[in-house]
């Protein structure tokens, strides 16, 4: 039992080690306050469980071998533990930046966003494998390729859609987060 929980906790410590990392991967239109505060709520999450699985393995007979696992002899608890705080503080700097903050568009975005879209007749897809090339390239040339936000983009994906293609992403929030899990 003390192998798999330790095999866990490795996981866990994987997770919560590399969630500022992932963040700092997405790219600037998917870095957003509800970004940080998923991220925040998972980080809390995998620490929470990462900590009951510790006074679970604490509370546990360990044999002698057990005992000299990397994980303890490594205190890979602490070093988690720092990893934990470390990222925590990271994301709670982030939601405490103010509206001018990183999480917003820079006014040099914001200007450069001032014409609006052309009014255009957008292209539709159903569902059909050989309509997709020319409704992917239309719509990546005519919507993704402009200066405009991934919820835009995604409001007006959804807007093109009919069919069973609308019905893939049906339940998909409008959300900034959410346009490349529609468009993959």
């Not at 003390?2 to 997405?26: M, T």
């Not at 533990?81 to 999480?103: P, V, W």
């Amino acid at each position: 039992m003390a192998e798999a929980i330790i095999e866990e906790q490795f996981r866990l410590f994987g997770y919560i080690g590399r969630a500022v990392d992932y963040y700092n991967k997405l790219s600037p239109n998917l870095k957003n306050k509800s970004a940080v505060k998923a991220r925040l709520d998972r980080l809390g999450s995998n620490w929470a469980k990462f900590e009951k699985a510790e006074s679970v393995l604490y509370s546990s007979k360990l044999t002698e071998v057990q005992k000299k696992h990397d994980f303890f002899v490594e205190d890979l608890f602490g070093t988690c533990e720092e990893s934990f705080l470390q990222a925590k503080a990271f994301f709670d700097e982030l939601l405490a930046e103010d509206e001018s903050s990183s999480l917003r568009m820079t006014s040099a975005e914001t200007s450069s966003r001032s014409k609006p879209l052309p009014k255009i007749n957008l292209p539709r897809f159903g569902g059909n494998d050989n309509e997709w090339v020319s409704f992917r390239d239309l719509f990546t040339s005519l919507i993704i390729n402009e200066n405009i936000t991934a919820v835009e983009i995604l409001q007006y994906l959804k807007m093109s859609l009919f069919g069973d293609a609308a019905k893939l992403i049906a339940n998909i929030p409008v959300t900034d987060e959410n346009f490349d899990r529609a468009w993959g």
